[in-house]
């Protein structure tokens, strides 16, 4: 989606392989750290107890993924994409400063989320940016691609989180959910009256994105909390079919 709104006519393969490989890592790594710090153990969610009792494995495994990112990217990707680099690995180290130092009786952290939304949604955005020929740095940074991206991330992990939370303190959580998914639906919708015909459906696709959202924190109750996680993780990718379609469409009736 990025490589569409920016120009980009194709990526090497090794670069979704490395930032596939440097988010696994990170998310892995987050889990352990997790497990390590969280008491007592039934505290622990699923995920996690898997991390811990394989940690030694996913250690092993983050440690080589880690080679093969700086490998790459100081051999095999431009050296632009480096420079990115050094950026967002600044992000994820501020992430795992945060992720350390929260209280293991703190279930929710809402900077915790905004940071790590915001985190991916550069990451996935900065190796493209390396290939883009007319978008700047700054421009990345303040794209209103990748701040909708970042958003609807943010809007995904906070609503596994809040909707975790009972009684007053989650319907207080639900109401800030549905709000947040209807800010970000109306700024698609706003950014979309702006933009050229080309660019309209990455705009479409992440309205459709905080409608799914917003759908599911009203109907949260009739699902059970891995049906909650399963289909708020579906409606984070839906965008990415319906933008493929919908570009489908627009590029062959252009032809």
């Not at 919908?246 to 062959?252: A, C, H, K, L, P």
Request: include cysteine.
């Amino acid at each position: 989606m990025f490589a569409k709104a920016w120009g980009v006519v194709s990526l090497p393969v090794s670069l979704p392989l490395t930032m596939a490989l440097a988010v696994w890592a990170v998310y892995a790594l987050d889990r352990i750290v997790d497990s390590r710090k969280s008491r007592p153990r039934a505290a622990l969610e699923r995920r996690h107890h898997f991390h811990q009792k394989y940690r030694w494995f996913f250690s092993s495994a983050v440690i080589l993924a880690t080679i093969w990112a700086i490998y790459a990217a100081l051999k095999v990707l431009p050296q632009t994409v480096l420079m990115y680099g050094v950026f967002v690995s600044f992000l994820v180290l501020c992430y795992f400063a945060i992720a350390i130092f929260q209280r293991p009786d703190e279930h929710t952290g809402l900077m915790k989320n905004v940071l790590a939304g915001m985190t991916f949604s550069y990451g996935v955005a900065a190796g493209v940016h390396a290939y883009s020929p007319v978008v700047s740095f700054i421009q990345m940074i303040l794209s209103q691609e990748v701040l909708l991206f970042g958003g609807l991330c943010i809007l995904n992990m906070t609503a596994i989180d809040f909707w975790e939370l009972d009684g007053e303190d989650g319907e207080d959580a639900s109401a800030l959910i549905g709000t947040g998914s209807l800010l970000l639906g109306g700024l698609a919708m706003f950014f979309s009256t702006r933009s050229d015909s080309f660019n309209k459906p990455f705009f479409y696709a992440a309205m459709i994105g905080a409608a799914g959202i917003y759908i599911l924190n009203r109907n949260r109750h009739r699902l059970n909390q891995d049906g909650r996680r399963l289909w708020v993780d579906l409606v984070l990718l839906a965008p990415v079919g319906i933008y493929w379609l919908w570009i489908t469409f627009y590029e062959r009736n252009l032809a």
